[in-house]
């Protein structure tokens, strides 16, 4: 089912899962176990991360230097045929413009098509290490917008995929300004995204102000705001760092006042965003997406308490 049918048809909030896929090595069963925790919830969806592949040169006998493709992780896609096989799930594979030509993101599509996937969330993806900026393949694409209207003009238009995309409550890094960036936004639905999932936040009013300004803007597609509860003191640094996000002080400072208590500052993590869930649904949002970086038992917790 496509997600945008999901939307337009749910009655109340849902939960919306990601997950990243496991790092090779780790088996189908072991993947699955990992997220049976949250069969109990019956979620509608569960979407799942695109990592780019990376290159690495190796030094050979000769001093020549050798190309080598570095891919840490199962693919999104195989992942996305574990679930289906396992559960009669729906899934969201992201595919991502970075490191791949137009055509290669087409037989991608196609691929999805035939294992009957009817969703997909499309997004740029970041630089890769060594480059300052994002540089797009050649012959791909430079934003997400124009993957967006290639995913809808695929197969001469038909409607064959549910399109989200990525919003950025505080501001994605590389844009000048707040205004700019839901102009870019408005972009990606105007080119015929369906939805829109959110950087994680942790204060909800980034988000309910963000709604506000996307509406102004002429942006009228669902927001589902993203949530990742916090589980270590080292992210208090470390998620500003990578997502360009603000921790409010009201966090930083139960944290730090936990000193060394690992478990306390889990619990703490967990009840920030139990909290942060429960008044998004008292607000009436339509989901709440939980990044749940392979981690179930938080996320469990939370889902218990909200849902
Ligand atoms: P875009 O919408 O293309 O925007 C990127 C930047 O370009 C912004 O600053 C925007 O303002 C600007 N811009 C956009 N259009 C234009 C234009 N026409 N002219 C000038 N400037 C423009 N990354 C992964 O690698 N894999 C994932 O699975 C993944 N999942 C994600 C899921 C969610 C919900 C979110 C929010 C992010 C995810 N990301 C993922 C991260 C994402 O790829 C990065 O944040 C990336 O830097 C931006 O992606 P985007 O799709 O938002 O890009």
Known sequence: ????????????????????????????KELIESIRPFMEFSPKYINVTCHRDEYEYRREP?????RHLVRNRVSEVAVCGAIMSAWNIDVVPHIICGGSTAEEIENRLCDLRFMGIDNVMALRGDS?????????????????????????????????????????????????NMETDIENLKKKADAGADYIITQMFFDNRVYYDYVDRCRAAGISIPIIPGLKPLTTARQVSLLPESFSIDIPVGLTSEIRAAGDDRQKIYRIGTDWCTAQCKDLIAHGVPAVHFYTMGKSENIVRILKECF
């Open 1 to 28: 089912m496509k997600i945008r049918d999901i939307l337009r048809e749910s009655r109340k909030p849902f939960p919306s899962l990601e997950i990243v896929p496991p790092l090779k090595g780790i088996t189908h």
């Open 62 to 66: 000769d001093g020549s230097f050798s």
């Open 128 to 176: 890769v290490a060594g480059e300052k900026r994002f540089v797009p393949s050649e012959g791909g694409y430079r934003y997400a917008s124009e993957l967006v209207g290639a995913i809808r003009n695929f197969e001469n238009g038909e409607d064959l995929f549910s399109i989200g995309v990525g919003g950025y409550p505080e501001k994605h890094f590389e844009a000048p």
